[in-house]
């Protein structure tokens, strides 16, 4: 019988279960081809070993299959096993290494891993162009975004807190947001010229600091020696700090966005005695309570606290472009306030890059634009002494409502909040273009100029209902107006050559300098107004300007440098490398015969790694570079005309017809020998690399030495010369010192990293070599204030050291509870005995040793930073302490230390070693919890959530409020009477990336 066949068009359900079973066969048949085609077996195990060059085991080698979340680590021997499908591709990487991806095509895989030569490759910014890490000869130290202390700070030199060996950075004024920080490279190296570096931002010199914010940072460079830094001239004896900001990269649009919320907390206060303390400390000193009970119970320090500060930033940034033209664009808001009431700041501004070729992209054109605006309560600032010490039985209002005022004390500190005010309103721009011609492909022909604008003005009111007002201006009020601008103009030119020949490397860049600054400044002051309405808004109508005693002064200078200058880089084999500059600068506000002067320089390095003989040893010592360099910078850090013989204006005359003439007459000695200073610089240095890498670092030995030092001030000779001081060189400051850098990573895998840092300085000496007999017999710096005559705390002669404290030897107490000091003979006398003979170096504020340690950690998603930071042998003349812990200052009356009471001290007001205190300490400085999101969607924006403290705890055996007192300039280690409430601050941050 025979079957016919099934006619699907004629029997329609037999048609749809063929239709059916066709799709199941279909899907099977399809199944099984992916399966067949991805992973024709199942899972297998594929182990094997890794090696470097040298075929020694690298163990912690992370292994990883590509596209998934598997992976493992080489054990000790170098060994691993790890499951993966056939032809799978596995990914060996290890920090040091290049990583390698290689096929699971056998069971036992063979993997070579050869050292990473990311370090030496690294382009690092110098002065006048960039270069290869392995290319550089001289002192130069890189900071990188991820190390930055980025936790709210305003000022961005506060980013490099404890991040270079050498450079300190000190928040003088703690967490005041109108204030900014001191800072200092390697010492001392001058009396009255800067004492901190040159800043350039963007090829700006002397680019200013507000015009910066953290998210716009790309690097930062420091050019720490003088070979690095001789290529600046007479600007760069401080050393010089290279910022380089970011620019747009060509592709998509990149938004980024970034935002933080932070607040003080005030600690460590000050403990003056309370109401009832002081009370019964005046009674039993025998004083009257009418003389000194008020009847009220007031904390003046609290009620001028800000407790509830917030101070919160916004950074709104987009870049982007194409091959031809990228851009980069941020805006900005923050308002920062401090841990004072009436102390805040409130800022806005924007950064704009663009940079574009064309002509074969042999023509580039880059511009940067940025501008910003401040609005800055400064009243605040200050206060924080006399709400310290006043009396604490005062009441804060009268029974009127009034603000109570004590007239035989300070202000009310409170009081004055509401009826004072001090405003600064600055303004800051800059704009800079650069336009390069590359014709051939190693030639360049550049030209950049800059403009740099700062505009500040200052306003000042005092209620006529203020103390300050009733007491100097009879209750009339008073206004003062001010304006400051300072505009600064760059122009230079250079040529940029490289030439490479087999093993034959070189670079060189000749060019041209010309910068002209002018400052401008312009006040005015008045009183007698009849209320309070316009303040200072309307200074014209105050009744002091009619009657001829209101006050108005203005000035304007300027000052113009120009230089020649050129550096040669060759480089032999990749081994050798010698560098050398040379700057001819001159100076408009040196003498006529010293209009001009050179600053040489020359280092060599040498690239031990990359000779042969090293290769044996190369996975265990994977960098060595020894470098020596020489140069010379200068300082011309005065002001303008001091060489000059100046005309000013002297009284007034009364004429014979009864009016009254302005008096003009010379105000300044000529000098036409004035010159800048000069500093002579040898760097000896070593850069090393341990275990791949693993384990880099840097040591410097340095030794400077600065001559022909500015002094303004000195005695000059009358009838020889007309005014009895001119400004003339005087002698010499020298330093020596070692620096140490070191770069660890103790631990990583796939999943877990450990980076940390140990930076340290020792300063073996930094001292006054020479001094001119004809300027002083010594010099004196640190005015101690307070109460008595007490001078100067830190004196200088011919051979001494920067920062000698200078003073009486504390010998004990007399039977009264007076002084006794030791005088030069040993024996135990009064105060009143004791001669300028007898009086000795005491102790010294300028810290010997300074140390950071800073770990990172890595966890997945998770990412930590803990930082320590301290400063060693060193001493703090605690001011606080010598007016408040004795019981004397009460019968100014004023509140003292409870300290006082306890020690029962009641003596004369005294400066001497008693108040000397060893200020060796080590902080917490920064503690970062972050956490990324893990991106698995490339819509979906990459997003941080942070949360900072910083100055968590501070260990000290230092009494006073603070040990980090300033440590810069020539009168470190003077603690305040009361100083800017000690904070910690906390920050919750977001950065998201679309």
Not at 72 to 101: K, N
Not at 229 to 236: E, M, N, P
Not at 462 to 481: E, F, L, P, Q, V
Request: net charge negative.
């Amino acid at each position: 019988m025979t079957q016919e066949p099934i006619n699907i068009l004629r029997n329609p359900k037999k048609g749809k279960l063929c239709f059916i079973f066709f799709l199941f066969v279909f899907r099977m048949t399809v199944a099984q081809e992916i399966k067949v085609t991805g992973h024709p077996t199942p899972p297998a195990t594929f182990s094997g070993m890794v090696t470097d060059a040298e075929h020694n085991p690298l163990a912690g080698v992370s292994v990883n299959v590509k596209g998934t979340s598997k992976g493992t680590s080489t054990d000790p021997h170098g060994r691993f096993s790890i499951q993966a499908y056939e032809h799978d591709i596995l990914v060996f990487s290890m920090i040091g290494y290049t990583s390698q991806s290689i096929e699971a095509n056998k069971s036992f895989l063979e993997v070579t891993l050869s050292l990473s030569t990311q370090n030496m490759d690294e382009v690092v910014v110098v002065g006048y162009g960039s270069m290869k890490r392995a290319d550089v000869a001289t002192a130069i130290a890189s900071v990188k975004p991820e190390k930055f202390n980025n936790a709210g700070n305003r000022d961005v030199r506060s980013l490099l807190e404890g991040k270079v060996a050498g450079l300190t950075v000190t928040r003088t004024e703690g967490s005041s947001p109108t204030s900014g920080v001191a800072i200092q490279l390697r010492g001392v190296v001058s009396i009255n010229g800067s004492q901190s570096p040159l800043m350039v931002i963007d090829g700006i010199p002397g680019g200013n600091a507000d015009l910066l914010r953290a998210e716009d940072i790309e690097s930062i460079e420091v050019l720490k020696d003088g070979s690095a830094a001789a290529i600046y001239g007479s600007s760069a004896n401080a050393g010089v700090i290279l910022i380089t900001t970011k620019r747009g990269q060509s592709g998509a649009p990149t938004i980024e966005y970034s935002s933080f919320v932070n607040r003080h907390y005030q600690t460590n206060t000050p403990r003056f005695l309370t109401a009832d303390e002081y009370r019964s400390a005046m009674a039993d000193l025998g004083y009257s309570a009418s003389a000194y009970d008020r009847g009220g119970n007031t904390n003046m320090y609290q009620e001028i606290l800000n407790k509830d500060n917030i101070s919160h930033s916004h950074d709104l940034s987009v870049s982007g472009g194409n091959e031809k033209t990228v851009y980069r664009a941020s805006v900005y808001y923050n308002n920062l306030e401090g841990i004072g009431k009436a102390n805040e700041r409130e800022q806005y501004g924007a950064r704009m890059s663009l940079e574009s070729k064309a002509y074969d992209d042999k023509l580039t054109f880059q511009s940067n634009l940025a501008t910003n605006y401040n609005n800055m309560n400064m009243l605040g600032d200050e206060g924080w002494e006399a709400a310290s010490r006043a009396n604490p039985t005062n009441p804060m209002y009268n029974e009127d409502g009034s603000f109570y005022e004590d007239l035989s004390s300070d202000e009310n500190k409170y009081a004055r909040l509401f009826q004072q005010k001090y405003d600064r309103i600055q303004q800051t721009s800059s704009l800079d273009a650069k336009l390069i011609f590359e014709p051939l492909k190693d030639l360049k022909f550049s030209a950049f100029g800059s403009i740099q604008r700062d505009d500040q003005k200052n306003n000042k009111y005092y209620d006529k209902d203020s103390r300050t007002s009733i007491n100097s201006y009879n209750g009339n009020g008073y206004a003062y107006k001010s304006s400051y601008l300072n505009t600064q103009y760059a122009f230079e030119p250079t040529i940029d050559y490289k030439y490479d020949l087999q093993d034959h490397h070189l670079s060189a860049v000749l060019g041209y300098s010309y910068r002209y600054q002018v400052e401008e400044s312009f006040d005015a002051t008045n009183y007698g107004f009849l209320n309070d309405a316009n303040e200072e808004n309307d200074i014209g109508s105050g009744s002091y300007l009619v009657d001829g005693k209101a006050g108005m002064s203005s000035s304007k200078e300027d000052q113009t440098l120009i230089a020649f200058f050129g550096r040669i880089n060759y480089v032999y084999k990749d081994r050798y490398v010698l560098q050398t500059s040379l700057r001819r600068e001159g100076s408009s506000k040196f003498g006529a015969n010293n209009k001009w002067g050179n600053f040489p320089a020359v280092s060599f390095a040498w690239n031990v790694n990359n000779e042969t003989f090293m290769r044996n040893i190369s996975s265990t010592l994977s960098t060595l570079k020894l470098r020596v360099g020489y140069g010379v910078t200068g300082n011309s850090g005065i002001d303008p005309y001091q060489s000059m013989s100046t005309i000013g204006t002297g009284g007034y005359y009364l004429t014979d017809e009864g009016t009254w003439v302005q008096t003009y007459g010379p105000n300044k000695n000529p000098n036409p020998n004035l010159k800048w200073e000069t500093k002579k610089e040898w760097n000896l240095g070593v850069d090393f690399g341990l275990l791949a890498n693993r384990i880099s670092g840097t040591i410097d030995l340095y030794r400077r030495k600065t001559d022909d030092l500015l002094l303004t001030g000195v005695t000059s000779a009358i009838p020889a010369n007309i005014i009895s001081t001119y400004t003339t060189n005087i002698g010499t400051i020298s330093s020596k010192g070692i620096e140490l850098t070191i770069n660890t990573i103790p631990y990583s895998n796939e999943h877990f990293t450990w980076k940390a840092d140990l930076l340290g300085s020792y300063t073996f000496s930094n001292t006054l070599d020479k001094f001119s007999n004809n300027a002083a017999d010594y010099l004196e710096y640190g005015s101690i204030g307070g109460y008595g005559a007490l001078g100067n705390a830190i004196r200088m002669y011919e051979g001494s050291n920067i920062g000698d404290f200078f003073g009486k030897r504390f010998a004990g107490f007399d039977e009264n509870g007076e002084w006794l000091f030791y005088n030069a003979a040993g024996e135990k006398v009064s105060g009143s005995a004791i001669t300028d003979q007898d009086k000795t170096v005491i102790g010294n504020g300028a810290p010997k040793y300074y140390l950071s340690f800073a770990n990172y950690f890595q966890y997945k998603q998770f990412d930590l930073t803990i930082a320590f930071r301290g400063k060693f042998k060193f001493d703090v003349l605690n001011r606080q302490k010598m007016a408040y812990g004795n019981l004397k200052t009460l019968s100014s009356g004023y509140n003292v230390l409870k300290e006082a009471i306890n020690d029962g001290l009641n003596a004369s007001y005294q400066y001497s070693d008693y108040f000397l205190e060893n200020g060796d300490f080590v902080k917490l400085d920064n503690l970062t919890l972050g956490y990324t999101l893990k991106q698995h969607n490339p819509k979906i924006p990459r997003t941080r959530l942070f949360v900072t403290a910083r100055d968590l705890f501070t260990i000290t055996g230092y009494s006073g409020e603070n040990p980090e007192v300033d440590d810069t300039g020539l009168a470190p280690g003077l603690a305040s009477y009361v100083s800017t409430p000690v904070t910690r601050n906390f920050t919750i941050g977001l950065n998201v990336q679309f």
